[in-house]
């Protein structure tokens, strides 16, 4: 579990950081993109896509270590798979699959995204609306859980 845990938060991580950052640029620059439905789930696209290729390449030695794991003849710690690989080829070692990897992660993320912008396109939910939500469960959680007045 542990070598699970240690791949899939700096993927989860970088994916929605990169996807933020990216989009924000984006929408930044190309200000008509967040009226348009089509150029809106492109930018979404876009920023998946450049999430995935981030998170490719940051869980890459966690993917690697887990995979020498699962070839082990014999049960093999995270740390020792690890300081095998770097054994048998140095560091770079580490990053073996990448290249696969890059292709692969980056099509599921932004996959990820876009199907989600569907969504919510489809149920008219905007990003104004997400944040008035956020907005108010923050304050709830900051009252201790006591009934929040009007909006």
Avoid: C
């Avoid at 990216?22 to 190309?30: E, G, K, V, W």
């Avoid at 809106?40 to 999430?51: P, Y």
């Avoid at 990897?101 to 149920?123: A, G, H, K, T």
């Amino acid at each position: 579990m542990p070598p699970f845990v240690l791949k899939e938060i700096p993927f989860g991580v970088s994916k929605f950081f990169v996807f933020t950052l990216t989009t924000r640029f984006l929408f930044q620059t190309f200000p008509a993109a967040q009226e348009d439905v089509q150029l809106s789930l492109a930018v979404s696209l876009l920023g998946g896509m450049t999430g995935g290729l981030a998170a490719a390449i940051v869980s890459n030695p966690a993917d690697a270590t887990i995979s020498e794991m699962k070839k082990a003849k014999t049960k093999v710690s995270p740390l020792d798979a690890a300081k095998n690989l770097i054994n048998r080829g140095g560091y770079a070692n580490l990053m073996r699959g990448l290249p696969i990897r890059m292709l692969f992660y980056p099509l599921i993320v932004s996959m990820q995204f876009f199907v989600y912008d569907i969504v919510r396109l489809y149920l008219g939910v905007g990003a104004d609306d997400l944040k008035v939500y956020l907005d108010v469960l923050g304050s709830a959680l900051q009252d201790g859980g006591t009934t929040v007045g009007p909006v």
